[in-house]
């Protein structure tokens, strides 16, 4: 077992640890604090996976972002979690459980984790790896997947975020305005 | 061990199931959305795992160097990681909507102001 398994299976573990605390505590600052260690944690995982690019991103945009959204919304509604009266944890346990078992069964017969004849590497990989530099001319071939060869899902990326930037607007907009009109009556 | 040998995917789905199970059991609309986010980041984790080759490198040109990671996966995530933050900024901005219009985000009392349940 090489330092790089070692790093991998600590920082997993961390978060496993703060996946459990984010379980269990009901202080929805607490819970937002928790998910941003969480997601820089995943970054970390990352980095030590080859991915830099990825944790970079999940770094800025999950770690950052996220929580400051999070942390915005909790200024709107409460700051605690209610207990909840109608949950019934062993229903959740045991759909959680169904799943996870069927998951783990799923990916049993997956290759071995880092295998470097897995059939993943075996398809479109190589060529990226091997001509991209040429093909495009830039070293990181990342960028050259996402900008070139791959240009049309980053197209519908933009779409997306396009879409939901139009969705937040109308949601949050048509609020200032009702909160307006509502000074006005007062007044 | 054929077990020992997938422990990334098997952590990943142990943290999904986490996540999954703030989602079912949770009655406070931020804390489920907290969930499906650490959901999507074990997505991440195990999208990730299986680009990792033994000995390869950062999928950036080096001189000299033979094995890379496989950089598919990578592009697939970093796509999915933005968008995933666009559709939670949207569901917070409906967990604000629906405070306003019920004066709490509990699942209970909403059904409750509902009658619904």
Do not use: C, W
């Amino acid at each position: 077992m090489n330092l790089d398994s070692v790093i991998d299976i600590l920082l997993l573990a961390f978060m496993a640890v703060i996946a459990i605390a984010i379980v269990r505590i009901r202080d929805l600052f607490g819970i937002a604090m928790l998910f941003s260690i969480f997601s820089l944690l995943s970054a970390g995982v990352f980095t030590v996976m080859d991915a830099a690019d990825v944790a970079f991103t999940e770094a800025a945009v999950g770690a950052g972002i996220s929580t400051i959204l999070m942390l915005a919304t909790l200024t709107r509604t409460a700051r605690k979690e209610k207990p909840s009266n109608s949950k019934n944890p062993a229903v959740a346990l045991i759909v959680v459980f169904v799943t996870g078992a069927l998951l783990v069964f799923g990916t049993s017969d997956l290759p071995r984790f880092g295998d470097p004849q897995a059939p993943v590497h075996q398809h479109v990989a190589p060529r990226y790896i091997e001509e991209s530099p040429k093909e495009i001319g830039i070293p990181n071939m990342v960028t050259s997947v996402l900008a070139s060869y791959r240009g049309y899902d980053t197209l519908g990326e933009t779409t997306v975020i396009f879409t939901a930037g139009i969705a937040v607007m109308a949601l949050l907009g048509m609020r200032r305005s009702r909160r307006r009109e509502d000074d006005e009556e007062i007044d | 061990m054929r077990f020992l040998q997938l422990y990334n995917y098997e952590i990943a789905i142990f943290l999904a199931m986490v996540g999954l199970y703030i989602v079912v059991s949770s009655g406070n609309l931020v804390k489920k959305i907290a969930g499906l986010s650490m959901f999507q980041i074990s997505v991440f984790i195990l999208y990730i795992s299986m680009g990792v080759v033994e000995g390869g490198t950062v999928p950036i040109l080096i001189e000299g160097v033979q094995r890379y990671s496989n950089p598919l996966p990578h592009v697939l995530i970093l796509t999915a990681i933005v968008v995933g933050v666009a559709t939670t900024a949207v569901a917070l901005s409906l967990v604000i909507r629906i405070n306003e219009a019920y004066g709490t985000a509990e699942e209970d009392e909403i059904h409750e102001q509902d009658e619904s349940f």
